[in-house]
């Protein structure tokens, strides 16, 4: 039953788009507003996340789990199929916002050896945040197993290119970018009303960049592509791997 009604309220928010053909940030809200929470036993069976996480991070109302893990599910369950590698790991999350993406990884790969910063920090959130300049990342060398990116690098934009360069030194072996890449006609326009200072690269501009400054690209998947692409690349230091 649930299916159907998830359905009907998909179905009606084709026409909302379709006329503005402004897939805007907007749209999505109403679509989140419309979520129920029914599927979080489901998620929480298949990524491998106590339900009372999601529920907590719905009732603080610092994620909507049923969109995060339909969106990004792709990313988790690669995660949860490589926990073996990253079990115990330590990470940088960098823009970590509300720290949701933090505590879902915490969950998976059983480790709270984290740290987490932000241009701006929220009244409230989950963990420690640190405040920086969004320019440049002043840990030490080697610090971090992982250095996550997680819908970020597009809104550094003339700052990218550093914070990766920056992301390579302090990471032992391990990076984490999850993207809006720039691919399709929906995607301009996306970008354009998301962060119009943003700089937005195709999948193609991002390999290279990435091959530029020293990554390999393990591992690479698109995430579901509801209203536009999205991208997640596991990379790994060229050193290491
Ligand atoms: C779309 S949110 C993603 C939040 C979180 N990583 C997630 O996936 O849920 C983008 C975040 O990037 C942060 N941000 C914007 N510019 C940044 C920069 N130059 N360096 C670090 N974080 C930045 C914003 O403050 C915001 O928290």
């Given at each position: 039953?649930?299916?159907?009604?998830?359905?009907?309220?998909?179905?009606?928010?084709?026409?909302?788009?379709?006329?503005?053909e402004?897939?805007?940030?907007?749209?999505?809200?109403?679509?989140?507003?419309?979520?129920?929470?029914?599927?979080?036993?489901?998620?929480?069976?298949?990524f491998?996340?106590?339900?009372?996480?999601?529920?907590?991070?719905?009732?603080?109302?610092?994620?909507?789990?049923?969109?995060?893990?339909?969106?990004?599910?792709?990313?988790?369950?690669?995660?949860?199929?490589?926990?073996?590698?990253?079990?115990?790991?330590?990470?940088?999350?960098?823009?970590?916002?509300?720290?949701?993406?933090?505590?879902?990884?915490?969950?998976?790969?059983?480790?709270?050896?984290?740290?987490?910063?932000?241009?701006?920090?929220?009244?409230?959130?989950?963990?420690?945040?640190?405040?920086?300049?969004?320019?440049?990342?002043?840990?030490?060398?080697?610090?971090?197993?992982?250095?996550?990116?997680?819908?970020?690098?597009?809104?550094?934009?003339?700052?990218?290119?550093?914070?990766?360069?920056?992301?390579?030194?302090?990471?032992?072996?391990?990076?984490?970018?999850?993207?809006?890449?720039?691919e399709?006609?929906?995607?301009?326009?996306?970008?354009?009303y998301?962060?119009?200072?943003?700089?937005f690269?195709?999948?193609k501009?991002?390999?290279?960049?990435?091959?530029?400054?020293?990554?390999?690209?393990?591992?690479?998947?698109?995430?579901?592509?509801?209203?536009?692409?999205?991208?997640?690349?596991?990379?790994?230091?060229?050193?290491?791997?």
């Amino acid at each position: 039953m649930s299916n159907i009604v998830d359905l009907c309220k998909r179905v009606a928010l084709i026409p909302l788009t379709a006329v503005t053909e402004n897939p805007n940030y907007k749209y999505q809200k109403i679509a989140l507003a419309l979520k129920n929470t029914d599927d979080f036993p489901a998620i929480a069976a298949e990524f491998q996340i106590p339900e009372t996480l999601l529920r907590e991070q719905f009732d603080a109302g610092f994620d909507i789990p049923s969109y995060r893990f339909k969106r990004d599910g792709a990313f988790f369950k690669w995660l949860v199929d490589n926990k073996a590698t990253f079990k115990g790991m330590s990470w940088l999350d960098v823009g970590a916002d509300f720290g949701c993406v933090s505590a879902y990884i915490s969950a998976i790969i059983e480790s709270t050896d984290m740290k987490l910063c932000d241009i701006a920090i929220r009244p409230k959130h989950n963990f420690e945040i640190r405040q920086f300049d969004g320019k440049s990342l002043d840990y030490e060398d080697k610090s971090f197993d992982i250095v996550l990116f997680s819908f970020v690098l597009h809104h550094a934009s003339s700052s990218t290119i550093q914070l990766l360069k920056d992301a390579r030194r302090i990471s032992r072996k391990h990076m984490f970018v999850l993207e809006d890449p720039k691919e399709t006609a929906q995607d301009d326009i996306w970008g354009y009303y998301h962060d119009k200072s943003g700089v937005f690269r195709s999948l193609k501009e991002w390999r290279s960049l990435f091959d530029l400054l020293g990554f390999d690209i393990a591992a690479e998947q698109a995430l579901s592509p509801e209203v536009h692409s999205r991208h997640f690349f596991h990379l790994v230091r060229r050193d290491d791997s």
